[in-house]
């Protein structure tokens, strides 16, 4: 498994950006798969969206399609999710995760992953 760390959460008004980043520790961070999920309040986590191991491909949850982008860079063992145009509804805690997904390479299910970050805060208020 890997450590993770998140950092660059923050308020911001709608309309703003914020770049998360996640730094991870361990030899074989080309081997996971890493994605971003988050939660209000009230609410159950969600998948926001996925690196894939394999092939960088990218996946994105329908709500932050066009808004939203995930990287990775293999040499610094880091990930980042740019996003851009956000939305009071995008308030949430983000936490980024990774895992070794078989098959598909790819996930946005929560229990599918089993290193986790501590999360940071992002707030989209005016």
């Known amino acids: 498994q890997l450590q993770l760390v998140e950092s660059g959460g923050g308020l911001v008004q709608p309309g703003g950006s914020l770049r998360l980043s996640c730094a991870a520790s361990g030899r074989t961070f080309d081997y996971y798969a890493i994605a971003w999920f988050r939660q209000a309040p009230g609410k159950e986590r969600e998948g926001v969206s996925c690196i894939s191991r394999y092939d960088g491909n990218t996946y994105y949850a329908d709500s932050v399609k066009g808004r939203f982008t995930v990287s990775r860079d293999n040499a610094k063992n880091m990930a980042y999710l740019q996003m851009n145009n956000l939305k009071p509804e995008d308030t949430a805690v983000y936490f980024c995760?990774?895992?070794?997904?078989?098959?598909?390479?790819?996930?946005?299910?929560?229990?599918?992953?089993?290193?986790w970050g501590q999360g940071t805060q992002v707030t989209v208020s005016s």
């Open positions: 995760a990774a895992e070794i997904i078989y098959g598909s390479g790819w996930s946005l299910i929560p229990a599918d992953f089993r290193s």
